[in-house]
């Protein structure tokens, strides 16, 4: 069973800085998609950074490259998303999701809980 847990959200003033954690388990290790979601209020879910197992390249979203940076440590199965300069616009819940890398670097069949992000201005 895959399991995904966020955490890391919360409030900050616009400016400032927040770091994510996804930790995962229960998926295919030698084949995988994982990335960081944004659902802000009234909006569909969105993809912001994406790895996978099958490509060395990292997506971002235009509204956060430069700001957001999202990295991986294998042996902690987690991944994380560092998160500078906030915009109120990066207001939102970010979920981690896991998929099949076949299906595109930001695929996702999993998701976590979520953790909300408020940024204020």
């Known amino acids: 069973e895959v399991q995904l847990v966020e955490s890391g959200g919360g409030l900050v003033q616009a400016g400032g800085s927040l770091r994510l954690s996804c930790a995962a388990s229960g998926f295919n290790s030698n084949g995988y998609a994982i990335g960081w979601f944004r659902q802000a209020p009234g909006k569909e879910r969105e993809p912001i950074s994406c790895?996978?197992?099958?490509?060395?390249?990292?997506y971002y979203a235009d509204s956060v490259k430069g700001r957001f940076t999202m990295s991986s440590d294998i042996a902690k199965n987690s991944v994380y998303l560092q998160m500078n300069n906030l915009k109120p616009e990066d207001t939102g819940v970010y979920y981690c999701g896991v998929g099949n890398p076949a299906y595109g670097l930001c695929s996702a069949d999993y998701w976590g809980q979520g953790t909300q992000v408020t940024v204020s201005s």
């Open positions: 790895i996978s197992s099958t490509e060395s390249s990292t």
